[in-house]
């Protein structure tokens, strides 16, 4: 029997990680290292772990205030229908405040659901788990990977929630970090998916044989009219989605590209539709629904891509 070595690669998402965590609960395959960014870092060690049952409870139980901090002054930044609330913004704005929200909600609930055992069940079974998060101290601003065999508990916890904030949502996060020389600096993290959609350059010195990419996103089609934009906060995501481009889909084929080059399998597993609500709404039932069309669909060929290796590994 010839061993297969896999590794994962989970993008961000937000609430829509519960689709991928049915999908990846229904592949079922063992991976040696599993990289995560946003919602990808929640997912990661219980994907490594197969830890199914506790990956689908927390991402079939969780609601915005498992998210996001709520004061009594401004409320929540994120509203029932997923959007941002106008008023939370001014209030922060007026107030002087860096971002309109906090996570500390998010914290305590990775404190809850990710404990010491599972993190030391990961060096046991010689599970890997790397986190990107990005750097706004940096310039230019970077994403930087911090991996379960290298870091402890408490650091490697911190680092995935600083993977899963957002800018502008929720606070900088402020932590230190070792370059490699060595040398310690401060930095202000935030969600590592909004320049890195995948990072592959990680798999490439590891000698993998197969690489499944699960993207919380279906392919891009184009419309010409498809986009309505109503107010500035819509302004803002629209910018934010014209920036994102060419990470989410012209760098992603580059990338796949030099893993086939490696002698690297790719699959790719894509949402077969887009979602019907916004990925910050948070919404128990529908997140179950998600989870549940994410397994059933997980073997339907028309959501997933399969790229070649090019040469055989020596």
Not at 138 to 163: G, L, T
Not at 206 to 229: A, E, M, N, Q
Not at 241 to 260: G, P, T, V, W
Request: proline share 2%; aromatic share 12%.
């Amino acid at each position: 029997m010839t061993f297969i070595k896999r590794a994962a690669i989970i993008s961000g998402g937000g609430s829509w990680g519960a689709y991928g965590g049915g999908t990846l609960a229904r592949l079922n395959n063992d991976y040696d290292t599993v990289i995560g960014v946003s919602t990808g870092a929640l997912m990661s060690p219980f994907v490594a772990l197969k830890e199914w049952d506790m990956l689908k409870l927390a991402y079939t139980t969780m609601t915005e205030k498992n998210v996001f901090d709520g004061y009594w002054y401004k409320g929540r930044p994120i509203s029932k229908t997923g959007k941002v609330r106008r008023l939370t913004t001014i209030i922060s704005l007026i107030l002087g405040q860096d971002s309109i929200g906090t996570s500390n909600a998010l914290k305590k609930m990775i404190n809850y659901h990710f404990t010491e055992n599972y993190f030391d069940e990961l060096q046991i079974k010689n599970k890997e788990v790397l986190v990107g998060t990005q750097n706004y101290s940096e310039i230019p601003s970077k994403v930087h990977y911090f991996s379960s065999a290298r870091e402890n508990f408490e650091d490697f916890k911190y680092w995935i929630w600083c993977s899963a904030n957002f800018p502008f949502l929720t606070t900088l996060l402020k932590k230190s970090w070792k370059d490699s020389d060595g040398n310690f600096h401060i930095g202000k993290w935030s969600d590592g998916g909004l320049t890195d959609l995948i990072s592959v350059e990680l798999l490439l010195e590891k000698s993998f044989d197969v690489v499944d990419i699960v993207l919380h996103k279906p392919k891009l089609t184009y419309r010409f009219d498809g986009k309505r934009i109503h107010g500035l906060l819509d302004n803002v995501n629209a910018s934010i989605s014209a920036m994102r481009h060419n990470i989410e889909f012209e760098l992603l084929y580059n990338k796949i590209d030099k893993l086939n080059s490696a002698g690297i399998k790719v699959n790719v597993y894509w949402l077969p539709r887009t979602l019907e609500t916004d990925s910050l709404l948070f919404n128990e039932r529908q997140m179950m629904d998600w989870w549940n069309e994410g397994y059933e669909t997980a073997l339907d060929k028309n959501r997933i891509d399969v790229f070649l290796p090019r040469k055989k590994r020596q």
